[in-house]
């Protein structure tokens, strides 16, 4: 089971662990992976909200399963969505305090993806790396270091 972790203004995050994304996409012949992604999107909008950060605020999780859902037909729009998903990760770790070298590099989770996605371990890799750095972001968001000591951030309550 998650983690929950809350970070202001009634908002809460999950730390998630990687196997279990992982083994309940395969479970369920992918699926899950467009809950995930809508979960761990709306995460980040949370973050936003709290953190005050507009950009982040409005970002529209929907949206986001939308264009890696139905966006494949066009190719695209779900490369457009895994690299802006990269970007928002790096938004909420900035609020959160993250040092520079320990954020996530958008570029590389892009690059495991595409054409990473045509190879299945880069893919793997991929969803790996998002998933540890999302697990930083919601946990400095919580007032938790990223490594998952207490610690102080900016939303420490």
Partial sequence: ????????????????????????TILTLGIYYYCWYYFVNDELKDVGIAGED???????????VLAVLLGGWLIVPPLLSTYNYGQRIRRAQRLGGIERHEQINP????????????????????FWYVTKHQNMAVRAAGGLHPSGEVGTTPFAA
Avoid: C, D
């Fill in 1 to 24: 089971m998650a983690q929950e972790v809350e970070f202001g203004k009634g908002a809460a995050g999950k730390i998630r662990s990687f196997w279990v994304g992982f083994g309940l």
């Fill in 54 to 64: 507009q950009n982040l605020a409005q970002s529209s999780p929907p949206l986001s």
């Fill in 107 to 126: 570029t590389l989770a892009f690059l495991l993806v595409f054409p990473g996605a045509l190879l299945l371990v880069p893919y793997i890799l991929h």
